[in-house]
Nanobody, 123 residues
Framework: QVQLVESGGGLVQAGGSLRLSCAASVRTFSTYAMGWFRQAPGKEREFVGGINWIGKNSIYADSVKGRFTISRDNAKNTVYLQMNSLKPEDTAVYYC????????????????WGQGTQVTVSS
């Protein structure tokens, strides 16, 4: 069982930055790929980005490429989502998720989810 706890959300002005963290309570964290997803009110959950178990490969949604960066610290069982140049359309609840080894873009392929953290970007 993997428990995931996100933190770092908040209110920020457009153009600003936030860093989300996701702490995992599992001994084998280094064997999990980690994904970030988001869901805005009235919209479906969408993929934001993911990072493979070693941390050398990551994938991103086109909407966040060049603005968001995922990293991980396996010694701390934590994955991060650095969000720069935030836009009002980035407003959503952000969730981290885990699956074995390789990150994918489909939420259905992730086994574990955090409770989410709210990010609000004002214009």
């Amino acid at each position: 069982q993997v428990q995931l706890v996100e933190s770092g959300g908040g209110l920020v002005q457009a153009g600003g930055s936030l860093r989300l963290s996701c702490a995992a309570s599992v001994r084998t964290f280094s064997t999990y790929a980690m994904g970030w997803f988001r869901q805005a009110p009235g919209k479906e959950r969408e993929f934001v980005g993911g990072i493979n178990w070693i941390g050398k490969n990551s994938i991103y949604a086109d909407s966040v490429k060049g603005r968001f960066t995922i990293s991980r610290d396996n010694a701390k069982n934590t994955v991060y989502l650095q969000m720069n140049s935030l836009k009002p359309e980035d407003t959503a609840v952000y969730y981290c998720s885990a699956r074995p080894y390789i990150a994918t873009m489909s939420g259905d392929e992730y086994d574990y989810w955090g409770q989410g953290t709210q990010v609000t970007v004002s214009s």
